[in-house]
């Protein structure tokens, strides 16, 4: 009698403990499955809010560019003064030295001593140099964040830094960060998109995070 006692106690005790190991289970299931977004942590926030007050800056490098089968790497300089943007260009297909210069709304594109304009910069460049360059998104691409016209899905290393933007059918590929003051930014950004078969591969950029308005007048 005190054996059969024995074993239903002890019986008992692991239901119990079973019971509270599913309950344990169940709750953080529970709590993974309400756990915030990726985008929502704290070092992306942070980061986030940097980048958007970062309106005025340089950077300097080379874009590899793959279109329709053809394959072409200029140098690059992007001056860009809030919402107003000079870039250069050397060596694009068969422009020598191109300068696209722009704001919302209205863009120039000079070569050869020719000037043409055009209301957005995508227009332009695919009509005067036979490829494609989301200028407008890319201001917010190469930095490091997602344009605010559209709908977007962003993915994170083990750091929580943003590695993949997707949006718009571009997906955006950000590589080697730097420290500049508090903020980082890449050196390297990948932009590829099925139609087209397009790729753009920004390499070697280097930025000057005091873009100057002395420079702008003089171009």
């Known amino acids: 009698m005190?054996?059969?006692?024995?074993?239903?106690?002890?019986?008992?005790?692991?239901?119990?403990?079973?019971?509270?190991l599913l309950l344990a289970t169940a709750l953080l299931s529970a709590c993974a499955a309400i756990a915030p977004p990726a985008?929502?942590?704290?070092?992306?926030?942070?980061?986030r809010n940097q980048l958007q007050d970062f309106d005025s800056w340089e950077l300097r490098g080379r874009v590899n560019v793959r279109y329709d089968n053809e394959s072409h790497t200029?140098?690059?300089?992007w001056l860009q003064q809030n919402v107003e943007y000079h870039i250069r260009l050397w060596g694009t297909f068969n422009?020598?030295?191109t300068l696209i210069v722009g704001r919302p709304g209205y863009v120039t594109l000079e070569n050869d001593g020719e000037t043409v304009d055009a209301s957005s910069p995508e227009e332009l460049i695919l009509r005067q140099m036979g490829y494609e360059l989301p200028v407008s998104?890319?201001?917010?691409?190469?930095?490091g964040l997602p344009s605010p016209d559209s709908d977007f899905q962003l993915s994170f290393n083990e750091l929580n830094q943003l590695t993949t933007i997707e949006q718009a059918d571009w997906t955006i590929n950000l590589s080697d960060m730097r420290q500049y003051g508090?903020?980082?930014?890449?050196?390297?950004?990948?932009?590829?998109?099925?139609r087209n078969d397009?790729?753009?591969?920004?390499?070697?950029?280097?930025?000057?995070?005091?873009?100057?308005?002395?420079?702008?007048?003089?171009?």
């Open 74 to 77: 200029p140098r690059i300089n």
């Open 137 to 143: 998104q890319l201001n917010y691409w190469i930095k």
């Open 95 to 97: 422009a020598g030295n």
């Open 198 to 219: 397009i790729r753009l591969n920004f390499i070697g950029l280097n930025w000057t995070t005091d873009a100057l308005t002395d420079e702008l007048a003089e171009e």
């Open 39 to 47: 985008e929502e942590n704290s070092d992306w926030s942070r980061q």
């Open 2 to 20: 005190n054996i059969r006692v024995k074993r239903d106690n002890a019986f008992r005790e692991m239901s119990r403990s079973a019971a509270g």
């Open 182 to 194: 508090e903020i980082n930014l890449p050196r390297r950004v990948e932009l590829t998109r099925p």
